[in-house]
Nanobody, 115 residues
């Protein structure tokens, strides 16, 4: 069964930075479009960043210019650099495929931004 494990979350002040990592098992993250999603309390899960197999990236307007998604194919992982964090970025962050197929969701990693 395909699994993803996210890490790197934490509590930071507004304006701070975090780097999230996601490692996949039973899936080669290098050959599927991958995405980072987040879910804030009471809201639906949303896609915030994605990276295609050719390295092309896309971002939600709310994070454009502040978040950067990247791959490490040797480590079978995908990362998300979060800069200039805002309180509204507070959410549980998940990674998963970003194409037509979604796999089981991992536990996610909590990002909390204080004002």
């Amino acid at each position: 069964q395909v699994q993803f494990v996210e890490s790197g979350g934490g509590l930071v002040q507004a304006g701070g930075s975090l780097r999230l990592s996601c490692t996949g098992s039973k899936i080669r993250t290098a050959i599927v479009p991958m995405g980072w999603y987040r879910q804030a309390p009471g809201l639906q899960r949303e896609l915030v960043a994605s990276i295609n197999i050719n390295g092309e990236t896309n971002y939600a307007d709310s994070v454009k210019g502040r978040f950067t998604v990247s791959r490490d194919n040797a480590q079978n992982s995908v990362s998300l650099q979060l800069n200039n964090l805002k309180p509204e970025d507070t959410a549980v962050y998940y990674c998963n495929a970003a194409g037509r197929v979604r796999y089981s969701w991992g536990p996610g990693t909590q990002v909390t931004v204080s004002s």
